[in-house]
């Protein structure tokens, strides 16, 4: 029988430390190749020996099992994962998440964006408006980006990004001209890509907000583009206001005050290139 003192702890898992808006979160993930990848998220850095383990607890833990992965973070059920990529979605999710949670003075927008001439346009509208389809156009077009999922609004009404990498079908990065195959992590076998502006014209400075395009993306449906009225802009900042973030009383004045200085445009498109452009030439 062994005593005590023979027992050995497993040795802890390789850990991450991600830093977004002012905040940190933590990853431990013992598959070598999902580690090199997720350090390229949300400005991962590798945690060194000897640094102090208790700076943060783990946000968010990735386990390799004999048929896939499992991956664990506080809140949310634990997912199985049968591929690498998977897991890859499935934790750049839960972080995105973890880090959401902890960033809360300022306004969380469901949206895309770029920056042009120091001027900020949100694009607004559901799941499936072409939101993401715009940021890959605006940033291609070569546009600082402020993300193609969630935007962030400070107390002075500035939109700024939360520099997530895009998560684009690989049909719509070939429709924008862009190989899938050059893209991070680029695994055939998934129906998801990976792009980040750091490519390109890189991510956004804080800019004021001028043009709210509140889109609908429609197969076969002809291009139009026509001014709205700024209650249909403040409308649709509401509605694409996310449940992290500052509260709906403490977002409300902030998302009116950027609503009465922006021009507002409904647009109605099938191809991105096209509608990005004309939302660009009426900010310029």
Known sequence: MCCSGDLVAPPRPPRLYHSMAGRTALTEIDDRQLFVAASSFFHGRAVSDGEPSDMDPPVVTVRTLPDGYRVTAPGRQDSLCDSR???????????????????????????????????????????????????????????????????????????????????????VLQLLGVNPDSTPFWDPSTQEAWYTPEDGPGWAQPASIRLLAICKRAKGSPFSLERASRMEGLNALVYSRMTTGLSATSAFPLMHRVAEDADVLRVRFESAPEAAAAIAANLQ
């Open 85 to 171: 990529s998977d897991a890859l979605v499935v934790l750049e999710h839960a972080l995105t998440d973890a880090l959401l949670d902890k960033c809360d003075d300022v306004v969380h927008i469901h949206a895309s964006g770029a920056v042009i001439a120091n001027k900020a346009i949100l694009a607004l509208g559901g799941s499936g408006a072409g939101k993401s389809s715009l940021a890959l156009a605006w940033t291609l077009a070569g546009y600082p980006s402020l993300g193609d999922d969630v935007v962030l609004l400070d107390e002075a009404g500035r939109a700024g990004p939360f520099e997530r990498y895009f998560k684009v079908a690989p049909a």
